[in-house]
């Protein structure tokens, strides 16, 4: 090899370009929060029980409130969201370290049953 292109043909096959290494996608946004905030991810699942619905959680919403000393919670919400459509979907909040409550309000369609789980970004519960 050259350090060079040329313009001429070689008498030799040139080497072929290596392609970079390539990381596996991840399932979620990869997502960083400034420090010294953390990153918390909410999934929320909708499974119908019957029906030919598009899935979601309807009228349901979800809220992550502080909790002051005495256990109250602290309005307004620090992320709210819902599951618009389909069987899974993720919200992701940047939160400092403090004591929340998650909340679920609204009216549950029938049809659906619906859950939700509250994760540190390392996948452990929280």
């Known amino acids: ?67 002051d000393g005495t256990g109250a919670t602290e309005l307004p919400a620090k992320t709210t969201g819902t599951l618009d459509e389909g069987f899974f979907g993720a919200a992701f909040a940047c939160l400092p370290d403090d004591c929340y409550a998650f909340e679920v309000k609204g009216s549950p369609d029938p049809a659906w049953d619906t859950s939700w789980a509250v994760l540190e970004t390392a996948g452990q519960g929280v």
Not at 12 to 39: E, G
Not at 43 to 50: I, K
């Open 1 to 67: 090899p050259t350090p060079i292109p040329s313009n001429e043909p070689t008498a030799k096959p040139t080497q072929q370009p290596t392609p970079l290494p390539t990381f596996v996608p991840s399932p979620f946004p990869t997502l960083v929060c400034a420090a010294p905030k953390y990153m918390f991810r909410v999934e929320m699942f909708a499974e119908g029980t019957f029906g030919s619905g598009q899935g979601g959680w309807g009228a349901l919403l979800f809220g992550i409130y502080t909790v």
